[in-house]
């Protein structure tokens, strides 16, 4: 099994950025599939962002795409998601979450087995 930690959530002003990190540990990241999700208050999880198991391929959601980019560092065994031009809109708290290799990217929260504990982004107007 593997064990995420999220970090590097905070408050931010709108249109200041974010880096969030997601450290692996008990196996290697890098034969998961891994993702972001984020869910506020009152709402249900969603997809932001995912990287196939190589790093090759990505996919984000309509409503973080060109600003948010997830990214992942081998030798350390992380994933990152930098998040520019954020909105109070992304206000939420993100999960990193990891699977099996499949394609196209899973976006749906059912289809990841690891989930990390999450970290909280508020995002002031």
């Known amino acids: 099994q593997v064990q995420l930690v999220e970090s590097g959530g905070g408050l931010v002003q709108a249109g200041g950025s974010l880096r969030l990190s997601c450290a692996a540990s008990?196996?290697?990241?890098?034969?998961?599939?891994v993702a972001w999700f984020r869910q506020a208050v009152g709402k249900e999880r969603e997809f932001a962002a995912g990287?196939?198991?190589?790093?090759?391929?990505?996919r984000y959601a309509d409503s973080v795409k060109g600003r948010f980019t997830i990214s992942r560092e081998t030798a350390k065994n992380t994933v990152y998601l930098q998040m520019n031009s954020l909105k109070p809109e992304d206000t939420a708290a993100y999960y990193c979450a990891a699977r099996r290799p499949s394609l196209p990217i899973r976006t749906m929260s059912n289809d990841y087995d690891y989930w990390g504990q999450g970290t909280q982004v508020t995002v002031s107007s």
């Open positions: 990287s196939t198991w190589t790093g090759g391929t990505t």
């Open positions: 008990g196996r290697t990241l890098a034969i998961y599939d």
